[in-house]
């Protein structure tokens, strides 16, 4: 069997870590490594990451933006889990449910821009909509978005996580007011809209899972749409995908609640139309750690490396 050479840069932080226990069993992928003392020394990494096939960053936006500067002309492969690179023209961008275009993109360039955990469940939902003409470019969407704290990294982790816990977290926290939201740009880059969605995302008191709604009045559609012809065109969308899978819509969709944790530890994404006529909802429900962040990036290294798509992911 080929062995892959991996060098997953933060491999201690909440998204290398995902990515390394995703890997460390597999038999085709053999893990490198810096010298504990040397995770953040540049001239390290750049020695590593010479012998790497792939090299995964899992930091913050600056280091990533850093040590791109130094390995950037490598011949390795690069997925970047931050926000540093999503719209720029010369990465690939990380969703391959997009298209086949995304998919070749992947698979040949040499650097690839993981999404970002909001930006995929709005992706999800309205990119299909959009593309497919359903839903006009202009319009006014707003979308909801429930996050376990894990998807703020080690800091709000250990915060979430400490003893005693202040009181306000005790309760879901309304965040990103100011609608500048980092995740913005590549949401509206990607769904092609001429301006971007009123954005709401909440943090709570749980490890892990999302929830993103996106909310769809059908009399602003220049056609009037339907809940049928919603869950038709996400169902033709997806239909090759073995990662993003739609809910049928039936007797029971409006009923019961949806539970932004039920994909909580799965590299899956589960999309679910609910609502009426006039006024539609897509959910797109998965774990910010799977398809929103380390499910994904090794889902793209699959890809890049000419492997089925979701080899090593836990699919739920
Ligand atoms: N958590 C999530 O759900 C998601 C995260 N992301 C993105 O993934 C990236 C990583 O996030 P996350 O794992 O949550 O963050 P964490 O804070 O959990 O981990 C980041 C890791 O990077 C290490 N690090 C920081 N600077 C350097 C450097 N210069 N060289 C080497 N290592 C360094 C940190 O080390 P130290 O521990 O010493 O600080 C830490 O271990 C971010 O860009 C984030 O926005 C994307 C999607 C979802
Ligand atoms: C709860 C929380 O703070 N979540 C983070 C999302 C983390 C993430 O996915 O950010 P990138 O992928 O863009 O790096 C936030 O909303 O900023």
């Known amino acids: 069997m080929a062995s892959y050479k991996v060098f997953i840069v933060g491999h ?18 053999e893990l490198l490594a810096t010298a504990d003392e040397d995770r953040k020394n540049i001239e390290a990494i750049k020695a590593v990451a010479k012998n790497a096939d792939i090299v995964f960053l899992c930091l913050p936006d600056a280091a990533s ?30 969703f391959p449910e997009l298209g086949e275009s995304y998919k070749t993109a992947i698979a040949t360039e040499k650097h690839i821009a993981n999404p ?22 202009d319009y006014p ?34 965040y990103g007011l100011g609608q500048q939201h980092k995740h913005l740009p590549e949401v509206q880059h ?5 301006e971007a969605p009123i954005f709401m995302p909440i943090v709570d008191d749980y490890y892990s899972g999302m929830e993103v709604t996106v909310g769809i ?10 809940i049928a012809t919603v869950q038709h065109t996400l169902e033709e969308f997806y239909k090759d995908s073995v990662i993003v899978n739609v809910a049928p819509f ?26 009426n006529d006039d006024r ?36 739920g």
């Open 12 to 29: 201690e932080g909440t998204t290398g870590l995902r990515i390394h226990e995703r890997l460390s069993d597999r038999k085709d992928i």
């Open 65 to 94: 933006k850093e040590i791109m500067a130094a390995i950037g002309d490598l011949s390795c492969k690069v997925i970047d889990t931050s926000t540093a690179f999503r719209t720029d023209a010369d990465w690939a961008y990380g």
């Open 116 to 137: 970002g955990c909001h930006a995929s469940g709005m992706i999800a939902c309205i990119a299909p909509l959009v593309k497919s003409g359903l839903v006009p470019t």
């Open 141 to 174: 969407f707003t979308v909801t978005s429930l996050t376990g704290y894990s998807g703020g990294g080690k800091k709000m982790i250990s915060q979430y996580e400490s003893e005693p816990k202040d009181y306000f977290l005790y309760a879901p926290r309304q």
């Open 190 to 194: 990607m769904c092609g809209l001429s």
């Open 217 to 226: 009045h059908s009399r602003l559609c220049q056609n009037p749409i339907s």
């Open 250 to 275: 039936d007797e029971n969709s409006n009923s019961g609640m949806l539970n932004a944790n039920q994909m909580s530890n799965t590299d899956s994404m589960k999309i679910h139309v609910t609502g």
């Open 280 to 315: 539609i909802m897509v959910h797109a429900i998965f774990d910010n750690l799977g398809k929103g962040a380390s499910g994904a990036a090794v889902q793209c290294m699959n890809i890049a490396l000419g492997l089925p798509e979701e080899t090593g992911l836990e699919l």
